[in-house]
T-cell receptor, first 112, second 114 residues
Framework: SQQGEEDPQALSIQEGENATMNCSYKTSINNLQWYRQNSGRGLVHLILIRSNEREKHSGRLRVTLDTSKKSSSLLITASRAADTASYFCATDNWGNNNDMRFGAGTRLTVKP | DGGITQSPKYLFRKEGQNVTLSCEQNLNHDAMYWYRQDPGQGLRLIYYSQIVNDFQKGDIAEGYSVSREKKESFPLTVTSAQKNPTAFYLC?????????????FGPGTRLTVT
């Protein structure tokens, strides 16, 4: 069963705007990861945040984690048309790093 | 170039036939994984293997089988027992040196069964 649920399901913005995607999960976790998938391709790892971290940055990406609310957000600043893709959060299932649970993803479209 | 390769990219089969999807990695990763992705949905874990000659069932293992005879290879067989095999299949690997955290994905195989 899926663990993470992303919100919104789809997001359309103009180039230069910020994009925020949210993820909620159900069980205790050791870490939460965000991945990106271009249409018809494999997933690419973007960033990992551990359960004892609250915020993490990587380039134009900012991830937050609130374990009390079992939620995370991914912010992409100054978006570009090349950011158009689906974004998935993934969590370990009850601490088993081999059993990653992925949400259904947010489909981001960045219009030039 | 290090990475994961999956072949073929597109695969077509008739109902009732078994089909094997290939996954090879040259990243020297111990762990390998197979996922299934249906349109508009996330990934669901089929099987994973932490070490050669050992593998574990994931959430949706019924109708699938795997083998792990070599560290580099983790083929997935979709059997005729799988009720709805048409999907996008993704293979991934990870390294215990990274605590199995980050997974590296192949480009995927799109299987269509008619």
């Amino acid at each position: 069963s899926q663990q993470g649920e992303e919100d919104p399901q789809a997001l359309s913005i103009q180039e230069g705007e910020n994009a925020t995607m949210n993820c909620s999960y159900k069980t205790s976790i050791n870490n939460l990861q965000w991945y990106r998938q271009n249409s018809g391709r494999g997933l690419v790892h973007l960033i990992l945040i551990r359960s004892n971290e609250r915020e993490k940055h990587s380039g134009r990406l900012r991830v937050t984690l609130d374990t009390s609310k079992k939620s995370s957000s991914l912010l992409i600043t100054a978006s570009r048309a090349a950011d158009t893709a689906s974004y998935f959060c993934a969590t370990d299932n009850w601490g088993n790093n081999n059993d990653m649970r992925f949400g259904a993803g947010t489909r981001l479209t960045v219009k030039p | 170039d290090g990475g994961i390769t999956q072949s073929p990219k597109y695969l077509f089969r008739k109902e009732g036939q078994n089909v094997t999807l290939s996954c090879e990695q040259n990243l020297n990763h111990d762990a390998m994984y197979w996922y299934r992705q249906d349109p508009g949905q996330g990934l669901r874990l089929i099987y994973y293997s932490q070490i050669v000659n050992d593998f574990q069932k994931g959430d949706i293992a019924e109708g699938y089988s795997v083998s792990r005879e070599k560290k580099e290879s983790f083929p997935l067989t979709v059997t005729s027992a799988q009720k709805n095999p048409t999907a996008f299949y993704l293979c991934a690997s990870s390294s215990p040196g990274q605590g199995y955290y980050e997974q590296y994905f192949g480009p995927g195989t799109r299987l269509t069964v008619t």
